[in-house]
C-alpha cells in the first residue's frame, strides 16, 4: 500500500511520518501532483497559519490536485481546517471540501486558555441525537484524543465526533472520500494509533 504526506508548509508533519513507520508503514512525503494522485491513501497533516498555507498550495497547485483526489484523504489538525470553505485564519477561501467555516475560539470566562492545548474527550452524540457512526472510530466508545488550536469548525452535518470545549466543535469530520480530526491521531497514544489503522484499513 502506498500511504502519500502532502509537503507543504506546515510544521508538525515529521510527527505523522514516524508515526507510520511505527506502524510499519513507510510513507513518501511528496508535494508531487502524480505521487498523491496514485497514492493509495493521501494524509495531509500539519499545525500552522491557515492563509501562508493555502497560498503555498494555490502556488504549487495542490489545492486543485487536493480537491480532485478520489481515494481516502485525511486531514489532520490545520488539514481539516483547510479542507473546509473558509477561515477566519487570515480571512481566506480553503479548500471547499467541507461545507463549513472555520473560526477562532473566544475566551468565555478567565479560565478559558487559548490555544485549546491538552487531551480532551470525543463524543459521537450531538444535540438530536446520535452521529452517524464513522469508519475512523469503528469500535470505539467516548475516547480521550491530543488537541492544540485556537480555531475551530462548528459543529455542521459533516461533523464526525464532537468535542466541547468553551463550546461545541467538531473534532472529525466526514465527506465522501475525506475524512480529518481536529486532535492529532499521532501524538494520541493507541487510541489515535487505531484511529490510524483505521484509515489505512478503508
Known amino acids: 500500500m502506498k500511504v502519500a504526506v502532502v509537503k507543504y508548509n506546515a510544521g508538525n508533519i ?5 508515526a507510520l513507520k511505527r506502524m ?9 501532483p502524480q505521487e498523491l494522485r496514485s497514492a ?3 494524509i495531509f497533516p500539519g499545525q500552522g497559519e491557515a492563509s501562508n498555507a493555502m497560498h503555498y ?3 504549487r497547485g495542490l489545492d486543485e490536485v487536493i480537491r480532485s483526489l478520489t481515494q481516502p484523504v485525511l486531514g489532520i489538525c490545520i488539514g481539516q481546517q483547510l479542507l473546509c470553505r473558509h477561515s477566519e485564519e487570515g480571512d481566506v477561501d480553503c479548500l471547499g471540501i467541507f461545507d463549513a467555516d472555520v473560526k477562532r475560539f473566544v475566551p468565555l470566562r478567565h479560565e478559558d486558555k487559548i490555544p485549546h492545548m491538552g487531551w480532551n474527550s470525543l463524543s ?24 492544540v488550536h485556537s480555531y475551530y469548525v462548528p459543529v455542521c452535518r459533516e ?5 466541547e470545549y468553551i463550546h461545541p466543535f467538531s473534532a472529525a469530520m466526514q465527506k465522501d472520500n475525506f475524512f480529518a480530526t481536529q486532535f492529532h491521531p499521532e501524538k494520541s497514544g493507541k487510541v489515535g494509533q487505531q484511529i490510524i489503522h483505521n484509515f489505512l484499513s478503508l
Open 57 to 59: 498550495l494555490r502556488q
Open 14 to 18: 515529521f510527527s505523522v511520518v514516524h
Open 124 to 147: 459521537f452524540s450531538a444535540e438530536d441525537g446520535l452521529l452517524p457512526t464513522a469508519p475512523l472510530f469503528q469500535g470505539m466508545g467516548e475516547e480521550y484524543v491530543y488537541f
Open 159 to 163: 461533523t464526525a465526533a464532537i468535542t
Open 40 to 42: 493509495d491513501k493521501v
Open 24 to 32: 510499519g508503514v513507510e510513507p513518501l512525503l511528496t508535494d508531487s
